[in-house]
C-alpha cells in the first residue's frame, strides 16, 4: 500500500499513469470497487516483460527504477492494482503473485479482497 507525502493526482489519473507504461506489463478490464467504503478501481494483469516491469504510481517522468514509489513486478506475475480516492487522496493497493500458479492466485485474492475490505481503515 502506498501513498505521496504530498497532494496526488486523482485515482484515475493514478490508474491511467500505471497503465500507460511500456509494453512489459498486459491489463485486464478495470472495474470499479470500494474498499473500506472509499471508491476506487481496480485492475488485474501480468507482467510480460522478460526483465518484469517497474510500477511507477506518483512520480511523473521517472524512467522507472530511480523513483521513490518503484515497484518492481518479476517476468511472468500476476498482480492486481486498486487504486483507491481517500478523502482527495489517492492511495494505491499492489498485489502480486510471486510464486502462486493463475488459480492459486485468483483464490488469494479473492481472500484478500475481503480481508482488506475488513480491515482497512483511514482514520481522519
Same mark, same amino acid.
Given at each position: 500500500?502506498?501513498?505521496?507525502? #504530498?497532494? %496526488? ?34 485492475? *488485474? ?13 506518483? %512520480? ?8 521513490? *514509489?518503484?515497484?518492481? #513486478? ?38 484478500? *479482497? ?11
Amino acid at each position: 500500500m502506498e501513498t505521496a507525502f #504530498g497532494p %496526488t493526482p486523482s485515482a484515475p489519473a493514478i490508474l491511467a499513469r500505471l497503465r500507460s507504461g511500456r509494453a512489459e506489463a498486459v491489463y485486464e478490464k478495470t472495474r470499479r470497487v470500494a474498499l473500506a467504503g472509499f471508491p476506487g478501481w481496480q485492475v *488485474d494483469g501480468r507482467v510480460v516483460g522478460s526483465s518484469g516491469h517497474v510500477f511507477v504510481p506518483f %512520480t511523473p517522468g521517472s524512467g522507472g527504477e530511480r523513483a521513490p *514509489d518503484a515497484f518492481m #513486478g518479476g517476468s511472468g506475475e500476476r498482480f492486481r492494482l486498486i487504486v483507491l480516492d481517500v478523502r482527495g487522496k489517492s492511495v494505491v493497493l499492489f498485489l502480486e503473485s510471486v510464486k502462486l500458479r493463475p488459480q492459486a492466485f485468483h483464490a488469494f485474492t479473492t481472500m484478500a *479482497d475481503r480481508v482488506v475490505g475488513e480491515s482497512l481503515e483511514f482514520p481522519g
